[in-house]
């Protein structure tokens, strides 16, 4: 009695395999290429603006005019400003400004340079830097940038316009 006990138990479960069906799904997915358009965006909103240098006789070696926003009321000497210690006494140069934008609160990865350049006399110094950002919830983070500018070889300066360049990129991380 207790084998035809199992044999019914064991019955109804084979039966059932017999009866499972089985279907194939599709799932469809969307796909939108942008590999050809730019999604962060580098927009110079203001440009670096150096004020007029002026190089004189009484020029000394180390005097600078610096790119920062404020008024060049100080030398490189920590004096007061004067044409023997500063190319731009009292007078303010200005910063770069830029706007980043992209997608809203990804993080990035930004970074400024400039190889060491020398023009008539004149270095060109740019602070640079190399860091993870993260953009505001509207998608936008703001940068300045300025430099300072120092007369190594007076005797080197000609009356002209200077040209100096830096870089500046920018990706997702």
Known sequence: MKTLHFVSRTLPVFMLSFATTADVYTVEVALTSTRDVTLLNIAETSPMVAPELVVSKDTI??????????TNALGYDGREAFPANSLCPL???????FQISGF????FHAKAYADQQVESGIQFDFAGFDDTYRLSGSGTYDFTMGAVLTSIDPDAAASGVLAFTYNFEAYYQ
Do not use: S
């Open 104 to 107: 809203a609160n990804a993080y």
């Open 91 to 97: 007078q303010t140069g200005n910063k770069a400004q």
């Open 61 to 70: 070696p180390g005097a600078n005019c610096v790119i920062n926003d404020e």
